[in-house]
């Protein structure tokens, strides 16, 4: 049984992607899919996307990659194929599933266009040549088989898709805020064995994030008893500042720095349009 | 239905929780978090300000920043002895684990505090409310530029640079006051137990 886990292939070919990718479209994509945040260690001075951020999930220690382009121990060495493959489907060019600690379930939508960007602006990044640390997932969660039957249990297709009837605004939100910003990685809950609880508890609140840390609920009732507004998230997400004064804090401090506060403000106001109003079943 | 009504309630027994460890709250720690929610309080006065939503005023700046600077550097650290974690305190043993950082942190807070009162002068930038994206360094100048460190997270304000006297007194106001908060939530996301 195990051993055809082993060998069960996954996921799917890529066809040629040949379009040219836009540097700067590729690093505001980057920016608002975190990719920056999680794979820099700015606490230990790390430089940008040399990874080696610990992850303490319930399973064991995760360590984020090393995505500079450096070709042995970065991705300098990866085709665009194999680099949308990881990125859209979270396998590696060796054929291996990625631990979803890695967001790309979020990613699945995203256009060749896209992934042509990202991967021009990866192209750009200095090469580092230290090897991240390893993980430390003690069995089974070291088995990489078991992640092909959570692949195929609870893997789905992010709400990205525009809802016919909405405004572009509204729409655009949807794109952001179920992909590249990924808000649910964090603000839902997750069952025993690590999949989001999508279906009844989206956006419900994550009391244990990895870390320690937790995630309040920002399904849209919640953000309204607490007097958030479209205006003051779209102005949270670019300075970190609440409606009452006080600040982010916990790894949203982090969001806000590394990632939102470089998005556009007709992005961040989606991003509230979006989260304010009633998304549910859209 | 079960769940909807369940999830609100959850939430309002944690509002309630969060409510009681304020007010259990007594001596040292009671004066910490008084001197907090009356920067929240300038905070958030400020806010409107910031973003053009109403009249600008710089005394308001000045007295905001003038509550900031009391409670800030010495003053709070000498509000954090050893010893003072735990409940109903919402300060995490990091607090004293990386004293040193703490300290920097609180330090700076009040530094860029009084930068922002030096700042206060010069008033928000121009069109603040439509290009304030450019006060952190926006999406434009520093996330999409030509260099590959621009691009990819390089040259971002990184925490380690310290902001100076002169730097503030040219800068528009705004983005003095982003450097302060930027400086708030830095710290709470090391220091602070409370969710947000």
């Not at chain 1, 979020?106 to 896209?114: M, T, V």
């Not at chain 1, 893997?155 to 729409?171: F, M, R, V």
Request: glycine share 12%; with cysteine; charged share 20%.
């Amino acid at each position: 049984m195990i051993g055809a886990l082993v060998v069960w292939p996954i996921g799917q070919d890529v066809a040629p992607i040949t379009l040219a990718g836009d540097v700067k479209k590729g690093g505001y994509l980057a920016r608002a899919s975190g990719c920056i945040a999680c794979h820099t260690n700015f606490e230990g001075g790390g430089k940008p996307l040399a990874g080696g951020v610990k992850l303490d999930t319930p399973f064991g220690a995760l360590y984020s990659a090393n995505l500079t382009s450096d070709p042995e121990l970065g991705i300098g060495g990866w085709t665009v194929e194999e680099f949308a493959k990881a990125v859209r489907q979270g396998i590696s060019p060796e054929g291996e599933p990625y631990y979803p600690a890695f967001t790309y379930p979020f990613y699945a939508n995203f256009s060749d266009q896209d992934i042509a960007d990202l991967y021009a602006a990866f192209q750009t990044v200095k090469a580092v040549p230290e090897a991240a640390p390893a993980n430390e997932m003690p069995f089974p969660f070291n088995q990489r088989w078991g992640l092909k039957v959570w692949r195929a249990a609870f893997l789905k297709q992010p709400a990205t898709d525009p809802i016919s009837g909405q405004d572009p605004e509204w729409n655009r939100g949807r794109e952001l805020v179920g992909g590249a910003t990924h808000c649910a990685a964090c603000h839902t809950p997750r069952n025993l064995i690590g999949a989001r609880k999508s279906a009844d508890e989206h956006f419900a609140g994550n009391p244990s994030l990895p870390g320690g840390s937790k995630a309040p609920a920002i399904d849209y009732n919640t953000l309204r008893k607490r007097d958030w507004t479209v205006d003051s998230l779209a102005y949270a997400l670019k300075t970190g500042i609440m409606p009452d004064g006080d600040t982010f804090g916990g790894s949203m401090n982090e969001v806000v720095q590394q990632g939102t506060r470089f998005l556009t403000n007709e992005d961040r106001r989606a991003m509230a349009v979006y989260l304010m109003d009633d998304h549910s079943g859209g | 239905m079960a769940k909807k009504i369940l999830i609100p309630s959850v939430l309002i027994a944690f509002i309630g929780v969060a409510a009681m460890a304020h007010n259990g709250a007594t001596g040292i720690v009671k004066e910490r978090m008084d001197g907090m929610s009356a920067m929240g309080k300038a905070v958030k006065a400020l806010t409107p300000i910031m973003r053009g939503a109403v009249e600008y005023d710089a005394d308001k700046v000045r007295s905001a920043a003038d509550v900031m600077i009391k409670h800030a550097g010495e003053q709070m650290i000498s509000l954090f002895p050893e010893g003072t974690g735990g409940m109903p305190s919402s300060a995490l043993p990091a607090v004293w684990d990386n004293w040193e950082e703490f300290s920097k942190i609180s330090n700076e807070l009040k530094a860029y505090a009084e930068g922002m009162k030096i700042a206060a002068g010069n008033g928000l930038a121009e069109d603040a409310v439509e290009q304030d994206d450019a006060m952190m360094g926006g999406s434009n100048d520093t996330m999409m530029g030509e260099t590959s460190e621009d691009t990819m997270g390089g040259g971002t304000m990184g925490a380690e640079t310290m902001i100076t006297a002169e730097m503030f007194a040219t800068m528009p106001v705004d983005t003095a006051f982003a450097s302060v908060a930027q400086t708030c939530s830095a710290c709470h996301q090391k220091f602070r137990a409370k969710e947000n």
